[in-house]
């Protein structure tokens, strides 16, 4: 969904054939993992980490600025993903960009682990703050924002925000606190993927429109189609260009979305896949994703 504006964003800027084809990749590396972790754990917060694989795979494939071997490099970008839950989907990234092996996926929430269900910056190499109680994270990313800009750091903060998380009178907070001081290096980017653990945003608190109401906060606001890399990535481009004002990403996202079942499942905030349907949709799909990974390095 584009308002003559956001259509105007992504015509401006255009990823090359190739550029598009590895990110695609990278999509799909980081959704099989996902599915694999999650499975081989027997639950967990699949749908809201399928709506943010696109995002992950440009800003991680493009734009951060990072070092796998340096995770605490000082010239390194920061990721807020103050949606914590949807920590699967930033631990394959990370996996997929070099920062581990693949195979620590798989101690996902087991004993011992430095995958723990929401990121924990103590643990996980690459997780820049520890998140998990929604709300907090927008107020940790303007922090940050705040101290690099002091330090007259160029650098920026990612922060990652979910819409259910907008019930939380803390993020408004925090975004009121960056338009005040026009804190462009925190690029805020909004999951609407319009459900959140007790159902349909609507059937909770209605938000209205999400881009209006950031707008009226006094941020520079776009709103793309969140599954759209191109999109995505003309999005990022755009705000990361943006001068003298805070600057808000609404990614328009559909929960679980690459797996059809996934994205109309009722209960894909979390899954179970001790239901036989929930497995078998997950076995289909993960034969799909190897299928395309394998084709496109072949």
Not at 64 to 87: I, M, Q
Not at 192 to 206: C, P, S, T, Y
Not at 225 to 237: C, K, S
Not at 253 to 280: L, M, Q, R, W
Request: glycine share 10%; proline share 3%.
């Amino acid at each position: 969904m584009y308002s003559a504006g956001d259509e105007q964003v992504r015509k401006e800027w255009e990823l090359d054939k190739q550029e598009l084809a590895k990110l695609t990749l990278l999509s799909a590396k980081i959704r099989r993992d996902i599915l694999e972790m999650l499975e081989h754990c027997g639950s967990g917060h699949l749908g809201g980490s399928m709506s943010i694989v696109e995002l992950m795979s440009v800003l991680y494939g493009k734009h951060l600025r990072y070092d796998p071997k340096n995770p605490k490099w000082e010239e390194r970008d920061r990721v807020v993903l103050s949606k914590g839950h949807a920590g699967p989907a930033w631990y394959s990234t990370l996996a997929e960009c070099g920062f581990f092996d693949r195979e620590m996926l798989m101690t996902l929430n087991q004993g011992g682990t430095k995958l723990p269900s929401h990121p924990d910056r103590t643990k996980t190499p690459g997780v820049d703050m520890t998140t998990g109680s929604l709300g907090q994270g927008t107020s940790t990313a303007s922090g940050i924002a705040t101290a690099l800009r002091m330090k007259g750091s160029d650098n920026r903060v990612y922060l990652i925000v979910g819409d259910g998380e907008l019930n939380e009178g803390q993020c408004w907070e925090a975004f009121q606190y960056l338009a005040n001081y026009k804190l462009n290096n925190c690029i805020v980017i909004i999951d609407w993927n319009k459900r959140q653990l007790d159902g349909a945003l609507e059937d909770v608190i209605n938000p209205f429109d999400i881009a209006e109401k950031m707008r009226a906060f006094g941020f520079e606001t776009v709103r793309v189609n969140g599954q759209d890399i191109e999109a995505v990535d003309a999005a990022v481009t755009w705000a990361e260009d943006v001068k003298d004002s805070a600057v808000c990403i609404v990614l328009d996202t559909v929960k679980g979305a690459g797996i059809p079942f996934f994205e109309t499942y009722p209960g894909n905030h979390s899954v179970k896949f001790s239901d036989p349907d929930c497995k078998a949709a997950a076995d289909e799909a993960l034969r799909q994703l190897n299928e395309f990974i394998e084709g496109s390095e072949a």
